[in-house]
Nanobody
Framework: QVQVVESGGGLVQPGGSLRLSCAASGSIFIVNNMGWYRQAPGKEREFVAVISRGGSTRYEDSMKGRFTISRDNAKNTVYLQMNSLKPEDTAVYYC??????????????WGQGTLVTVSA
């Protein structure tokens, strides 16, 4: 059994910052890619950013320069630093991790999400 749990969401004013965290736990052999997605009210879930175990990153174009993804492999944790937040960043942010419970046995695991609300 493996799981990922997000934290760090909340209410922030436009222009403010938040840092989200997501920790993987359970019977983990290794964690490969870890990423963030978000779903705004009434919209489809969309890609935000992903980071490989080696630290390579990729971002959705509209979030480049404002959001930074990073990870701590020793803690099986990924972070999303969000700066210059806008009301349109309001969404539930989900963590996704590619986890092996044993060699060559991979699972794509989603968290329950953490709500980010950007409002004055």
């Amino acid at each position: 059994q493996v799981q990922v749990v997000e934290s760090g969401g909340g209410l922030v004013q436009p222009g403010g910052s938040l840092r989200l965290s997501c920790a993987a736990s359970g019977s983990i052999f290794i964690v490969n890619n870890m990423g963030w997605y978000r779903q705004a009210p009434g919209k489809e879930r969309e890609f935000v950013a992903v980071i490989s175990r080696g630290g390579s990153t990729r971002y959705e174009d509209s979030m480049k320069g404002r959001f930074t993804i990073s990870r701590d492999n020793a803690k099986n944790t990924v972070y999303l630093q969000m700066n210059s937040l806008k009301p349109e960043d309001t969404a539930v942010y989900y963590c996704n991790a590619n986890i092996a419970t044993m060699p060559d046995t991979w699972l794509g695991v989603w968290g329950q999400g953490t709500l980010v609300t950007v409002s004055a």
